[in-house]
């Protein structure tokens, strides 16, 4: 087949979480199962930096944004897996210091950047070859493809994917204007909703198929307590949407040979992970020991369970005397919290608000257990790199967590991680408090450890299921 992905995120070039890991793993492992792949993304600042063979093609889309005309570059590139990119330049759009907004908010004129490059991913399918038959579209921000596609009448099959539900692309009814699409679009049946333009409702409706990223989160999203509002439009389209759950590069996130790690292991051999332990402490300044190391990489937000960690921190884990580890930014309420938890036990936690990519592994490779309570999770992806290196994760059971964790039954010993069901701080302590009684047990532990390393989490079964969506999308 012949597919162009198209999205607002792709790492190492452009990444807020991980629909950026996504589509560094996906296209390139569908193209290793001999399908022609290629990407198309805005061009960011810092691309050109991050791609060395970007180059500019003599293309040039012409496109009209309301009552303006304006152009746009396409520029070429490859990236380490082989895939075929192509960046859209519109500095007055893309150049900038980030890809939505600030921590003041998201950017003023988000709709007009994100429509036109919406209009330049259609434009662009036309000139490349070879002819794409499938548009593999990513969250709101390629959410108008569909209707661009069905509108013009092309030979186009347009799959969307739902990365998180909760982010929607809603804009006031006057940017409807910017789309360039007959007035009778902008309806219950095309992007209107509740008197606003929707790119993520336009594409529900107007795709061929739908996927998100977890079996558990396609179920969720249909009840409106995940919804988000749009639970009625996807009953209303449940026979086209599948749940497939994203993979683990493993390649990128391998014990044995990650060169972010202080030492390199195994589930045959885990003597190396005690080493990564000690040099983790070190990183954040904490004396070595034997008590417990919780370890987070994430967004500071309510969603990925803050609220809960709040009220455990310090009754759980810190008066026990077990310690703690953030890697991430986000909420400055959350961030004001944790870097004055850091003062207020210097001795126990180590925070870094931030990102940092080596440290990011580190704390995956190092933290004895990792805490990962969202309130709500499509997928998620940090707890796949904790069953790989063999850190236990401690999950609320929702979403792709719900599907990825087999919960530890303490009478057969068998599970990979720590579940709760509630989302509550009692429900997070409890699991806690089972996870610190297996620590107690290091046969347990182990067993426990190579458990989650041992299973099986490749992107080659997802893109098969992948093949089978783009299938049904073509038969319709």
């Given at each position: 087949m012949n597919i162009l992905f198209a999205a607002s995120e792709m790492s190492p070039y452009a990444k807020t979480g991980g629909l950026?890991?996504?589509?560094?793993?996906?296209?390139a492992a569908l193209r290793a199962r001999g399908h022609s792949v290629s990407v198309v993304l805005p061009l960011y600042r810092g691309v050109r930096e991050k791609l060395p063979n970007l180059k500019p093609s003599s293309l040039f889309l012409?496109?009209?944004l309301n009552r303006e005309q304006l152009s746009a570059r396409v520029w070429e590139g490859v990236s380490e897996s082989g895939v075929h990119l192509f960046f859209i330049e519109r500095d007055e759009f893309y150049d900038r210091s980030h890809l939505y907004g600030t921590q003041t908010g998201d950017y003023a004129d988000n709709a007009a950047r994100f429509i036109f490059f919406n209009k330049a991913v259609v434009e662009l399918a036309r000139y490349i070859q070879p002819t794409p038959e499938i548009l593999h579209l990513h969250d709101w921000q390629t959410g108008l493809v569909p209707a661009i596609v069905r509108s013009k009448q092309y030979a186009l099959k347009t799959i969307f994917t739902i990365h998180n539900l909760a982010f929607q692309g809603s804009f006031w009814a006057f940017d409807f204007d910017l789309t360039n699409l007959p007035g009778e679009y902008f309806s219950p049946p095309g992007v209107e909703f509740f008197g606003r333009l929707n790119l993520m409702k336009a594409a529900l409706l107007l795709s061929h198929q739908i996927t998100t990223v977890s079996p558990s989160y396609a179920q969720e999203i249909q009840t409106p307590a995940y919804g988000c509002s749009l639970d009625g439009v996807l009953r209303q389209n449940h026979h086209k949407l599948t749940g497939i759950l994203n993979g683990v590069d493993c390649d990128l996130w391998d014990p044995q040979h990650d060169h972010f790690l202080a030492a390199p292991y195994s589930a045959e051999q885990l003597k190396g992970k005690a080493e990564n332990k000690k040099a983790l402490l070190n990183s954040f300044h904490?004396?070595?020991?034997?008590?417990?190391l919780f370890g987070m990489v994430s967004r500071l937000t309510t969603q990925k369970g803050f609220d809960l960690i709040q009220q455990t921190i310090e009754d759980?884990?810190?008066?026990?005397?077990a310690k703690f580890v953030l890697l991430g930014s986000g909420d400055p309420y959350f961030e004001a919290y944790f870097t004055n938890l850091a003062k207020k036990y210097p001795k126990q936690v180590g925070?870094?608000?931030g990102f940092d990519e080596g440290l990011a592994h580190l704390i995956e490779a190092g933290s004895d257990f990792f805490l990962m309570p969202s309130q709500f999770e499509p997928c998620g992806l940090n707890q796949l790199y904790s069953l790989r290196y063999g850190t236990p994760p401690i999950v609320h059971n929702t979403g792709g967590l719900?599907?990825?964790?087999?919960?530890?039954n303490e009478d057969t010993g068998t599970g990979t991680g720590f579940k709760f069901s509630w989302y509550e701080a009692g429900g997070l302590r409890q699991a806690i408090q089972r996870a610190l009684k297996v620590?107690?047990?290091?046969?347990?532990?182990a067993t426990l450890r190579h458990s989650g390393m041992t299973q099986s989490f490749s992107?080659?079964?997802s893109a098969a299921e992948y093949e089978k969506v783009y299938t049904a999308a073509l038969k319709s």
């Open positions: 950026g890991d996504v589509l560094a793993a996906l296209p012409n496109l009209t904490l004396p070595s020991g034997n008590s417990p759980s884990l810190l008066n026990i005397g925070v870094k608000i719900a599907d990825s964790v087999e919960d530890y620590y107690a047990q290091p046969k347990a532990l992107w080659d079964a």
